[in-house]
């Protein structure tokens, strides 16, 4: 029976995945970790431990004494917060996967995923149709330890055969919980204070179109992709993944159509200049050929689902 972990569940990724998991696996087939345990009553509908990712020693006693065969391991530092305290993010970010990987190199979990970000590119990238295996030169130290973290994944598949599959997130919107420090966070505020009917204050420009996903694709992607045969994985960094692009002016005029009074001024700070180093757009064309991945949210729909999904817990 497979039995999955999710390192990292009270965050925003982590409390859809948790949620997604229970609606494909079971309640029981799932369990959720982090240093805090999550508000979100369906959350803990599922079993949760208590675990600090960067102690290697807690991380393999709970995967020896838990039985799991998949851990999703979902600890970092984002972006925005990883520049306020660089060496904080780099800590965090790269000890708590290395441990997992040395775990899984001793046998105490079958698969690994771990996510990575359209931040692992920097502003010599291609803007349009970023493609695979565009050159990684990252402004953060969140996207810098990205890319450590993609060439480790593989290292580790190529030197110990430890099946570790990952995407190249965008920007991911979802209604369960508050941003968590991410420059493409702006996005999730300003639906927040849409519904307040409240002013929103942008931090971008107003024309810096940036990849953005729903949370229901991002997990739909991310458990399809663990179900895929092993021999159909052929990247071993990280899969680029599209959903749809958008400007925080384009967001607007979505909102907009929803709610008519809602309006934006944009006052850009350091944030704008990460934004500015990332790609317009995504080709994912190799997660679409190897794992048939197809993503269902168009920028509409995507602001549709999220003023509804609000409107249920504000």
């Not at 999730?188 to 204050?201: C, G, H, I, T």
Request: hydrophobic letters at 35%.
């Amino acid at each position: 029976m497979e039995k999955h972990l999710v390192i990292g569940a009270s965050g925003q990724l982590g409390i859809e995945l948790i949620i997604g998991m229970q609606t494909r696996y079971g309640i029981h087939a799932v369990v959720a970790s982090d240093i805090r345990k999550s508000n979100d009553k369906d959350v803990n509908r599922s079993e949760f431990i208590s675990l600090d990712a960067t102690d290697i020693e807690a991380v393999r006693k709970t995967l020896q004494q838990g039985g799991f065969t998949h851990v999703y391991h979902l600890v970092a530092m984002l972006s925005a917060k990883g520049e306020e305290n660089p060496i904080a993010g780099w800590d965090l970010n790269m000890k708590s996967l290395l441990n997992v990987l040395e775990c899984a190199k001793e046998g105490l979990v079958q698969k690994v995923f771990w996510p990575s970000s359209i931040a692992v590119f920097g502003p010599n990238a291609p803007k349009i149709k970023t493609s695979q295996d565009t050159f990684c030169d990252p402004t953060t130290v969140y996207g810098v330890s990205k890319v450590a973290g993609e060439l480790w994944a593989k290292y580790y598949f190529e030197h110990y055969g430890v099946d570790v599959r990952s995407i190249r997130y965008p920007g991911l919107i979802g209604h369960r919980s508050q941003p968590g420090g991410g420059t493409t966070d702006y996005a999730v505020e300003a639906f927040y204070r849409a519904l307040d009917k409240k002013p929103f204050v942008c931090y971008l420009d107003k024309d810096e179109a940036l990849p953005m996903m729903h949370m229901d694709d991002a997990v739909r992607a991310t458990l399809d992709l663990m179900e895929a045969p092993k021999q159909e994985i052929k990247t071993r960094t990280s899969y680029n993944l599209s959903g749809c692009s958008f400007s925080p002016s384009e967001l607007n005029e979505e909102i907009f159509k929803f709610v008519s009074d809602f309006k934006t001024e944009y006052k850009p700070d350091y944030r704008q200049k990460i934004a500015a180093s990332w790609p317009d757009s995504i080709d994912d064309s190799e997660a679409k050929n190897d794992w048939d991945w197809k993503p269902k949210f168009t920028t509409t729909k995507l602001v549709e689902q999220m003023l509804e999904g609000l409107k249920s817990i504000v």
